[in-house]
């Protein structure tokens, strides 16, 4: 290996969004070398087979997706995506008509409730507007500095003038989503379950001037993604870029573990590898960007160190709120399928309906998790009946390509429930670690107020992925979440994660940020990070790409800056 090793692009951490930024800059004709800890990239978006014929997502599992420019810009299908979309919920009126899962079993929707819904998200448009609303909130840079951020120019806000003037309203900016709701919605249980979704989605109704993106991971989920999975899971998906990126030359190294970023008169030059990294070189050079796919709190601390950061700032990255929840993730493998009580039965998902949101009676219920999670900051504490809760029914998956292939027996993959970050646990961050079997009966005694037969008699296994096995097994993820930080009007689109690096520049020359915790909309939000991102990119000169580029319709070129927008390619006056 050269001594002098040299990219254009030098990567550190090839979790999804490293992945994704390494394709489109391949793409653009760049060198550009990824530097991974782990044995393989993914990050949250990886497959386990904790016994033969089981395959369980630890994490991601559902696609926050679909209206993404890259599966087009990136041509994924050449490079074997594909997609099972759930047959059972092709049709807006059966996706949210089907009911709701309450104590006293499923409830349906109100026609009231049907027909807001479908307004606020667009699908009453002539055109339906849906996909355009999701663009605008989540796949779009934000404004440059000079631009003032108001009713008049925050891109969801043009959208709802434009296809549907009646519901716009400068209020829109100040309200929760449940504010939103009892305006449009009728029924509460139906305005708990979306709230639901949306928090376990990494956005909550009860934050405040969030309503319209809260609503955007709700339906970029469950209308735009058809509550469907990639086939062969989120890690085929994955692969379908890793494969792109490598197409176009990029270079990939597996346990290659950044122990720096080297910064030297006060630009980001390159990496230096830790000591135990799998290749002899351990300094590798950039010559025009380092691209940051750690998250926000490392990459400052320990990857930059405070010799290169002014002090305010760093004081400022380390004390962003990681308020919104961790995910403890169970799956559960029986001797024969589960089943939901009758009471929780419906004729489009049979006796697997029960296992959506539950429960949704009332709000009250809602906020006493809400408090356990972000309050009492301990391990749960809410009574197993009243414990919100959500699973994944295996007709999510396509009977050709199904969990588990085991004979005779049946993996329901995931359950989640929110808990404390493990950052804020009042214990110790392991501290939920130590009461596992304790806390998957309990998951269980929850579990079984929806399904009648999970007894010891049928389980086979009972798997659990911790917040804290979470972050040691995927160290980008803040929180244990997807997201990472929580996402309210201090911490949205221009402000995230602090208004001078909501660009993903950062105050070093040449190091940009991609990590799901560095930038709206998060990582949920798929190739959003890194299509936002590409703009700014574009704008500092650093990436040209072909006739196969688009950007934002509502994407603003920063003053002297070269424009993203094809033809236009001049810096902007």
């Not at 998200?121 to 951020?149: I, N």
């Not at 990939?252 to 002899?280: H, Y």
């Not at 005779?408 to 214990?427: A, C, G, K, M, N």
């Not at 930038?519 to 798929?526: E, I, K, S």
Request: hydrophobic content about 35%; overall charge negative; aromatic content about 10%.
């Amino acid at each position: 290996m050269s001594v002098d090793e040299r990219y254009d692009i030098v990567i550190a951490g090839g979790g999804f969004n490293g992945v994704t930024t390494a394709a489109y800059l391949a793409k653009c004709g760049l060198s550009v070398c990824v530097l991974e800890e782990r044995i393989e990239c993914g990050g949250a978006c990886e497959s386990t087979e904790p016994i033969a014929g089981v395959r369980i997502n630890p994490h991601a599992m559902l696609m926050y997706g679909a209206p993404a420019p890259g599966f087009e810009q990136l041509e994924l299908w050449k490079y074997g995506f594909r997609m099972d979309w759930n047959p059972l919920l092709q049709d807006l009126t059966k996706q949210v008509g089907r009911g709701a899962n309450t104590t006293e079993g499923m409830l349906p929707m109100s026609e009231k409730d049907i027909m807001g819904f479908a307004r606020i998200t667009g699908m009453l448009g002539d055109p339906p507007f849906l996909m355009e609303l999701l663009r605008a909130t989540l796949w779009c840079p934000p404004h440059p500095p000079e631009v003032e951020v108001n009713a008049d120019t925050i891109p969801f806000m043009q959208v709802y003038k434009k296809h549907d003037p009646g519901m716009w309203t400068e209020e829109l900016l100040e309200m929760t989503l449940f504010d939103l709701m009892d305006e449009y919605l009728e029924t509460e249980h139906m305005k708990v379950q979306q709230a639901m979704i949306c928090w376990y989605s990494g956005s909550a109704a009860h934050w405040e001037g969030m309503a319209i993106p809260t609503l955007a991971y709700n339906i970029t989920l469950t209308l735009a993604g058809k509550v469907s999975v990639p086939r062969g899971s989120m890690h085929a998906y994955l692969h379908s870029i890793f494969r792109c990126a490598v197409d176009h030359g990029a270079v990939f190294r597996t346990c290659c573990p950044v122990d720096e970023i080297i910064v030297s008169n006060g630009r980001a030059v390159g990496v230096r590898l830790r000591d135990d990294a799998a290749t002899a070189e351990k300094t590798i050079w950039a010559d025009k960007a380092v691209i940051s796919d750690v998250d926000l709190k490392q990459t400052f601390n320990k990857l930059i160190g405070p010799q290169h950061v002014d002090k305010s700032l760093l004081q400022r990255v380390n004390d962003i709120s990681l308020k919104g929840g961790s995910i403890y993730v169970s799956h559960i493998l029986t001797r024969e399928r589960l089943r939901s009580r009758p009471q929780f039965h419906s004729e489009l998902m049979g006796d697997e309906a029960g296992l959506g949101p539950y429960p949704c009676d009332s709000r009250e219920i809602y906020f006493e998790h809400v408090a356990d999670v972000d309050s009492h900051k301990g391990n749960p504490t809410v009574p197993p009946e009243r414990l919100m809760w959500l699973g994944t029914p295996t007709n999510r998956f396509n009977v050709h390509h199904p969990q588990c292939t085991r004979p005779d027996q049946y993996i329901i993959s995931p359950f989640y429930v929110l808990v404390p970050p493990p950052e804020y646990h009042v214990e110790s961050p392991d501290a939920i670690d130590k009461k596992k079997e304790e806390l998957n009966a309990y998951m269980r005694q929850a579990f079984s107020q929806v399904i009648e037969n999970l007894d010891s008699d049928n389980i086979v296994y009972h798997w659990a992925n911790t917040p804290y096995e979470s972050e040691f097994r995927n160290t980008g993820l803040i929180g244990g979440t997807y997201c990472g930080t929580r996402q309210c009007d201090d911490q949205w689109w221009t402000q995230r994660p602090l208004p001078e690096m909501a660009r993903y520049r950062t105050p070093i020359d040449g190091l940009y940020l991609c990590h799901q915790t560095a930038a709206y909309p998060g990582g949920l939000c798929l190739m959003a990070n890194t299509y936002n991102l590409m703009h700014s990119l574009i704008e500092d000169g650093l990436a040209e790409p072909g006739e196969w580029w688009y950007p934002s319709p509502w994407y603003i070129p920063e003053k002297g800056k070269i424009s993203a927008v094809p033809r236009e390619g001049k810096v902007a006056a």
